[in-house]
């Protein structure tokens, strides 16, 4: 099959923002192009919406989203082919210089920034996860461990699934720089100077670094983190834009990564990396026990409400935490009930797929609730959902009821990845024959899946309602907020 060309619509997307001067910034998540321009009233947002590949467009977090879906890399590439250099003469860390809301910008960056660093490492460390479950599940002895825990062949497809995990300072180092407009080498060396592997043993067993009269600093495992390297980027992106204005040019070269790599390493093992790890250890570990303490209280509230946070991209800023809770605690309860709210949108999806007799409709459904079912929740709000309003609510109580179930199952995650597809994730790598989160996620993702589609079949959806129509969204102060 030829490859779609996309330059036709990177062009329109680039026209229809206010053309190659008015970006400041673009980056890109798992289904979206996230600009930063510099006024967003120049982009026409009716025109974009009506543009055949492109499922919606949203003003939130300090940025124009433009919903593209599962193609989104591909037109991203296309856009940033067509802008050539005029990115780089505007620094990807340049923001709107002329906020409506001085706070709204702050949290706008903040989850840019945040957006920018870990959407490039999801898709790996959602491998991983399910990796990681599939080799829990090969084990169980109720299918006769059909893979030997203690054999090469475990050990190396083991390594496969943790090295992401590993080197995730590595990953995450890669993704900040480049969101930054940094030096992706320089901040790719810092996150190997956490994860190297003389360090993570001295961290494990807590070895003293020195001692300050009676403050003892000690060597933490850094592995497996995220915020220590992502203010770690930060500071090297700073320092090294400050270095160059400051060293001569024949000494760039060599003496601005060396002195970059040496401080901002050795400010992270000291100083940064204890307190921030340190923090998002505890701050992980409280959502963890939160959400288990509460229950099906818990379930029926995050179970609800999650995917109203999508429509604004604003689950970004829950992504970090739960990748914090995965890998400094091993497990998620929270990604568990996150799970059951793309089934339930999946699966209301779905029931429009089969209960419409739109050929348009039903092949956009399907593929929707596909995309859904295997952890992708927005060509299913976007492309049908939120357009009929029912279908919206339908999944939305479909996760509640799934959540409520979980909760009150007390399931959890051990991997990233969510949806149908991510059930491997449910069996705990440490003790496979372990299956009380397992049987939790067939039972929830059995509700959520009647539930939602029962409720989209007989009220959700119906022929006779036109599509398109526009849904009202409650519009941030100083801001728009486009309908979907």
């Known amino acids: 099959m030829a490859e779609k060309d996309y330059s036709k619509l990177a062009s ?15 980056i890109h998540c798992i289904t979206r192009l996230r600009f930063t321009l510099r006024n967003e009233d120049l982009a026409k947002d009716e025109v ?26 591909k037109v991203f590439d296309a ?14 860390s340049v923001r709107r210089s002329e906020a409506r809301n001085q706070f709204v910008q702050l949290f706008g960056n903040l989850i840019g920034f945040v957006t920018g660093a870990m959407s490039p490492v999801i898709g790996v460390i959602a491998a991983s996860g399910i990796t990681k479950g599939m080799l829990a599940l ?35 180092g890669i993704g900040a720089a480049k969101r930054l407009g940094g030096d992706v080498i320089v901040a790719a060396v810092i996150g190997g100077v956490l994860a190297y592997p003389t360090l993570v043993e001295w961290g494990r067993s807590f070895k003293g670094m020195f001692s300050i009269g009676a403050l003892d600093f000690q060597f933490l495992n850094y592995s497996y983190s995220i915020f220590p390297m992502i203010l770690a980027a930060w500071m090297a992106k700073k320092l090294g834009d400050w270095l160059k204005d ?36 505890g701050i992980a570990a409280f959502v963890n026990w939160a959400v288990s303490m509460s229950g099906w209280a818990g379930g029926l509230i995050i179970g609800g409400f999650y995917q109203v946070l999508v429509i604004f991209g604003l689950h970004w800023g829950v992504v ?6 995965i890998v400094s605690t091993g497990e998620s309860p929270l990604n568990a009930i996150i799970s059951d709210t793309m089934v339930a949108q999946g699966a209301a ?40 309003r029912r279908v919206f609510i339908a999944g939305l109580i479909g996760s509640a009821a799934g959540g409520l179930v979980t909760g009150l199952m007390h399931g959890t995650m051990y991997g990233f990845t969510g949806g149908l597809i991510g059930f491997s994730s449910f069996f705990n790598p440490e003790d496979p024959s372990q299956l009380t989160s397992f049987c939790a996620f067939l039972i929830s993702s059995m509700v959520s899946i009647a539930v939602a589609f029962a409720i989209t079949w007989v009220w959700g959806y119906n022929d006779d309602m036109q599509m398109g129509e526009k849904i009202e969204k409650k519009k941030r102060p100083g801001a728009h907020v486009a309908e979907a």
């Open 246 to 281: 400051r060293l001569p040019d024949c000494l760039q070269t060599i003496f601005n990564p060396l002195i970059t790599v040496f401080v901002v390493s050795v400010i992270t093992l000291v100083v940064t990396g204890p307190v921030i790890q340190g923090l998002a250890n």
């Open 48 to 73: 974009l919406k009506e543009t055949d590949g492109i499922i919606d467009v949203i003003h939130a977090a300090g940025q124009y989203q433009v919903v593209i879906g599962n193609a989104v890399t």
């Open 349 to 388: 999806v779905l029931a429009v797929a089969l209960k419409s007799r739109k050929e348009d409709t039903k092949a956009l459904g399907v593929a929707a609730a596909i995309s859904a079912f295997c952890g992708v929740t927005e060509p299913a709000i976007y492309g049908i959902n939120l357009r009929f």
């Open 138 to 172: 090969l084990t169980l002895p109720q299918l006769g461990a059909l893979l030997d825990a203690k054999g090469t062949t475990y050990a190396t497809i083991s390594a496969i699934a943790d090295s992401a995990f590993y080197f995730l300072p590595i990953l995450v």
């Open 79 to 92: 856009v940033m082919e067509e802008l050539e250099d005029e990115l780089k003469e505007n620094d990807q």
């Open 12 to 26: 329109i997307i680039i026209e229809n923002v206010g053309g190659k001067e008015n970006i400041a910034g673009l």
């Open 320 to 325: 970090p935490l739960v990748s914090q809770q």
